[in-house]
């Protein structure tokens, strides 16, 4: 399949797909469809390796700014705290974020991960296709700052 035109709905169909798919920037979607002539499997295989160089090229930045998240499972008898760091505020303020450390602290909650190491090499519950280090190195080049996490606690009733 050719690549549409740039001003065309098809086009802005396809970005805005990939774009919710990925999480990436419009100039980076653009670019890997343009890389692949439109294929959009591809074209989302271009953004995650993209994603990975930036995140490793990001590594080196320190992060002074984040949020601690609280996550209690139904139930109320596993609890957790998590703190999620990002080089700016602009960033920890932002819903996508906030939803970030969300799903990470309910993943920890899931899998009683002993470190932070033995976490990030854990495959994401929400989608097994991805570890937890390649869901934050995914989203480090969306948001485009160094992200990690800083410590977590699990808590059970006993």
């Not at 050719?2 to 086009?11: E, I, L, Q």
């Not at 109320?76 to 998590?82: F, I, K, N, R």
């Amino acid at each position: 399949m050719p690549y549409p035109h740039p001003s065309s709905p098809m086009n802005s169909q396809l970005i805005k797909q990939l774009r919710d798919q990925t999480g990436a920037s419009f100039a980076h979607i653009r670019a890997a469809l343009e890389e692949t002539g439109g294929d959009p499997e591809r074209a989302k295989a271009v953004i995650e390796a993209k994603g990975i160089e930036i995140a490793n090229k990001k590594q080196s930045r320190s992060t002074h700014a984040g949020v601690i998240e609280a996550y209690v499972h139904h139930g109320a008898t596993v609890g957790v705290l998590l703190e999620l760091r990002s080089e700016t505020d602009f960033v920890a303020r932002n819903p996508a974020f906030k939803e970030l450390a969300h799903d990470i602290a309910m993943h920890i909650a899931a899998t009683d991960p002993a470190d932070v190491v033995t976490l990030q090499k854990e495959l994401f519950i929400k989608d097994e296709s991805k570890t937890v280090g390649d869901l934050i190195a995914s989203r480090t080049a969306s948001f485009g700052e160094h992200l990690e996490i800083g410590r977590f606690i699990r808590y059970t009733l006993k």
